[in-house]
């Protein structure tokens, strides 16, 4: 079997500049999307992603590029004419959407199965005022102060494996502390800030999402917990701060649900924004893995929401996230490859090569996400737009067309074709000389409206 992790279809350099349109839709929305794209050249915003206060608080995998969601918003908001859009994001990650709206004074609804996006999104979007963000910072500091304990009074399997014994005390005490402070929201703040801590303190490499220990002479590396949380909190407040300033405070609040978005019940937006996994999180991020050390640390009655299954083992988010579960997958294939030719065509290609274990994985996680887009068209008024960026991950070496999969499946639930744009994005690698395959990936944003 080979699975390779995301990667890109055949990129292409003015791929930007290739817009697909439906003859049959009204053309201010296209050309105000085409508009945006030529404003913008390839889409790459590269050095200038917007990912700053609020954005920038603590580390999430696969955030989304804030310019671009936050663009693509405005195009819709000024589609509307002035009408403030409600907009909702099913697959909301750390919520890189939810601030973009948050800022344009939107309501918005999102949704997402790992507790510790949500924590992360909820703190993104604190209504806590400037006052107590620094009353916070002193407050937990002085519990740190105060606790002259040295007692491992918090344990979990596989801690020590994870955790230097000095560190973990150090992460112990600061749970102490923060198990002090008054008020849940400010809790909150405080354990989004512990999961960052334990993110550049812990033995795993911080160079990948999956747990992966270090080597020895990095695990014996100098580490400071207690400054690493102070700094962390010191930055996080002072980003909230200002983030706090930018809003308009009669926009409704945020609402935010944990939860598997294929059963959900929430109302219907004029806009869904969104950006879903790009296969089972096994095989590209493993979203739980990446949050499963620092929910250990976390008082699991502070989250917004039942947490504890989270924590349970280190594969069992990623195990309830789309694909992961791969029993009777085979069973839909028929029915998903009569609603999707391009995805017929992609099993095809697995089939010649014996691929059967990708082939599972790839139709498991189909099935997944196609009830997934069932529950989506609910979320969305009639009419409404779906706008979704996504990316053809690599499957046996092949690319999964994930773009037209998801097109075709959503035009079966009787969602209209609009347009798509493409995104370049260039590799943090360094260039080499004649290979462009090596330094470009690309995204697609799949443009669609309910009905
Ligand atoms: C590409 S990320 C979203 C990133 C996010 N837009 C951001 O900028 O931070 C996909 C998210 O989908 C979530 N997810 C996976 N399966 C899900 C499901 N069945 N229901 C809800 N969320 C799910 C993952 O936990 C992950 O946070």
């Known amino acids: 079997m080979n699975l390779d992790s995301i990667c890109s279809d055949e990129p292409n350099a003015h791929a930007a500049t290739?817009?697909?349109?439906d003859a049959a839709q009204p053309r201010s929305l296209q050309s105000r999307l085409q508009k945006f794209v030529d404003a913008h050249g390839d889409l790459a915003f590269s050095g200038d992603d917007g990912r700053d206060l609020a954005h920038d608080i603590v580390q999430y995998p696969a955030m989304m590029v804030p310019k671009m969601q936050?663009?693509?918003?405005?195009?819709?908001?000024?589609?509307?004419?002035?009408?403030?859009?409600?907009?909702?994001?099913?697959?909301?990650?750390?919520?890189?959407?939810?601030?973009?709206a948050r800022r344009r004074g939107l309501a918005f609804r999102g949704v997402d199965i790992n507790p510790y996006a949500l924590l992360i999104a909820q703190v993104k979007s604190t209504m806590l005022p400037g006052g107590e963000l620094d009353a916070l910072r002193v407050a937990v500091d002085g519990h740190i102060g105060a606790d002259t304990s040295t007692a491992l009074d918090h344990d979990f399997p596989g801690r020590s494996k994870w955790f230097r014994n000095d560190v973990a005390r150090a992460l112990a005490r600061i749970r102490r502390s923060i198990r002090k402070i008054e008020g849940?929201?400010?809790?909150?703040?405080?354990?989004?800030?512990?999961?960052?801590?334990?993110?550049?303190?812990?033995?795993?490499?911080?160079?990948?999402?999956?747990?992966?220990i270090r080597p020895t002479s990095e695990i014996g590396r100098d580490i400071?917990?207690?400054a690493v949380f102070?700094?962390?909190?010191?930055?996080?407040?002072?980003?909230?701060?200002?983030?706090?300033?930018?809003?308009?405070?009669?926009?409704?609040?945020?609402?935010?649900?944990l939860g598997d978005v294929r059963k959900v019940s929430i109302p219907?937006?004029?806009?869904l924004l969104s950006s879903p996994p790009y296969g089972d999180n096994g095989t590209t991020v493993p979203y739980g893995q990446f949050s499963y050390l620092a929910l250990q640390w976390m008082d699991l009655a502070d989250l917004p929401g039942p947490a504890r299954h989270?924590?349970?083992?280190?594969?069992?988010?990623?195990?309830?996230?789309?694909?992961?579960?791969?029993?009777?997958?085979?069973?839909?294939?028929?029915?998903?490859?009569?609603?999707?030719?391009?995805l017929a065509g992609f099993l095809a290609l697995l089939d010649a090569k014996d691929a059967d274990n990708g082939l599972k994985r790839v139709v498991a996680f189909y099935r997944d996400l196609d009830s997934a887009l069932e529950r989506c068209v609910d979320l969305v008024k009639p009419k409404g737009h779906m706008v979704w960026t996504v990316g053809n991950r690599r499957v046996c070496s092949e690319a999964v067309p994930m773009d037209v999969i998801?097109?075709?499946?959503?035009?079966?639930?009787?969602?209209?074709?609009?347009?798509?744009?493409?995104?370049?994005?260039?590799?943090?690698?360094m260039a080499t000389k004649n290979s462009i395959t090596d330094t470009m990936r690309s995204e697609t944003v799949v443009v669609v409206r309910n009905g």
């Open 268 to 271: 219907r937006s004029d806009l």
């Open 184 to 212: 849940v929201q400010q809790r909150r703040v405080l354990w989004a800030c512990l999961g960052e801590t334990v993110r550049v303190s812990s033995n795993s490499r911080t160079s990948t999402f999956k747990l992966h």
């Open 406 to 429: 998801l097109r075709e499946l959503l035009e079966a639930r009787g969602c209209t074709f609009v347009t798509d744009l493409k995104r370049v994005i260039p590799s943090k690698r």
């Open 70 to 100: 936050g663009g693509l918003l405005d195009c819709f908001q000024t589609e509307a004419q002035g009408r403030p859009l409600s907009v909702v994001d099913p697959f909301m990650g750390s919520g890189t959407i939810l601030v973009e």
């Open 230 to 257: 102070r700094g962390v909190v010191s930055r996080a407040v002072d980003l909230l701060k200002r983030e706090r300033s930018r809003w308009d405070r009669t926009a409704p609040a945020p609402e935010l649900q």
């Open 18 to 21: 290739l817009i697909s349109y």
């Open 224 to 226: 400071d917990a207690f």
């Open 310 to 342: 989270a924590v349970k083992n280190t594969h069992a988010l990623d195990t309830k996230s789309l694909g992961g579960g791969l029993k009777n997958a085979l069973a839909s294939r028929a029915d998903l490859e009569a609603r999707s030719p391009a």
